[in-house]
T-cell receptor, first 111, second 114 residues
Framework: DAGITQSPRHKVTETGTPVTLRCHQT?????MYWYRQDPGHGLRLIHY???????DKGEVSDGYSVSRSKTEDFLLTLESATSSQTSVYFC??????????FGPGTRLLVL | GESVGLHLPTLSVQEGDNSIINCAYS??????FIWYKQESGKGPQFIID?????DKRQGQRVTVLLNKTVKHLSLQIAATQPGDSAVYFC?????????????FGKGTHLIIQP
């Protein structure tokens, strides 16, 4: 998984609670991404980062925020989890805005 | 809608046969394409890539063909093995698309029959 870890790998939470997912890389890549993957939709970009403290919105950013205080860590926060945010979340990294390498994913269930 | 898609959602092949997975794209500005393999419960894994100035690129048991005239991309897997069972999807990078430039297709599920 190209030196990418995600934590937790599985999480069950209740509607309305905040949730933070962590992505950690050891590759020193500049770009980091958060995607969600749902049946019938493929991978959809939530937020991405192009450097420390530099982030931008993706296609499905509503209800999510991100932070990147260090090159190696990119956090995804669900401010108030909803059932529609039940999904598998993938972190990815890249060095030159091209090939992205993915982490193992986090399965999130919002009850 | 998405500019990258796949013709077939499921492809079933016999072990040992060659597999061909297809992908259509609509954005003529795309200049870089990637194939990923995703096994059940795992993250997508990079297989092979190709730039728009190439028509063909070969890797170990895999070949990617790019036909810019009809905006078509294919992945050929030679002598498929049980370990090739997975979902395969293509991605395109829009030229000048910035850091969020990759667009992903939904995927084709490749099933290897013994």
């Amino acid at each position: 998984d190209a030196g990418i870890t995600q934590s937790p790998r599985h999480k069950v939470t209740e509607t309305g609670t905040p949730v933070t997912l962590r992505c950690h890389q050891t590759e020193n890549h500049r770009y980091m991404y958060w995607y969600r993957q749902d049946p019938g939709h493929g991978l959809r970009l939530i937020h991405y980062s192009y450097g420390v403290k530099d982030t931008d919105k993706g296609e499905v950013s509503d209800g999510y925020s991100v932070s990147r205080s260090k090159t190696e860590d990119f956090l995804l926060t669900l401010e108030s989890a909803t059932s529609s945010q039940t999904s598998v979340y993938f972190c990815a990294i890249s060095d030159y805005q091209e090939t992205q390498y993915f982490g193992p994913g986090t399965r999130l269930l919002v009850l | 809608g998405e500019s990258v898609g796949l013709h077939l959602p499921t492809l079933s092949v016999q072990e040992g046969d060659n597999s061909i997975i297809n992908c259509a794209y609509s954005n003529s500005a795309s200049d870089y394409f990637i194939w990923y393999k995703q096994e059940s419960g795992k993250g997508p894994q990079f297989i092979i890539d190709i730039r728009s100035n190439m028509d063909k690129r070969q890797g170990q048991r895999v070949t990617v063909l790019l036909n810019k005239t009809v905006k078509h991309l294919s992945l050929q897997i030679a002598a498929t093995q049980p370990g090739d069972s997975a979902v395969y999807f293509c991605a395109e990078n829009r030229k000048g698309g910035g850091a969020d430039g990759l667009t992903f297709g939904k995927g084709t599920h490749l099933i290897i029959q013994p």
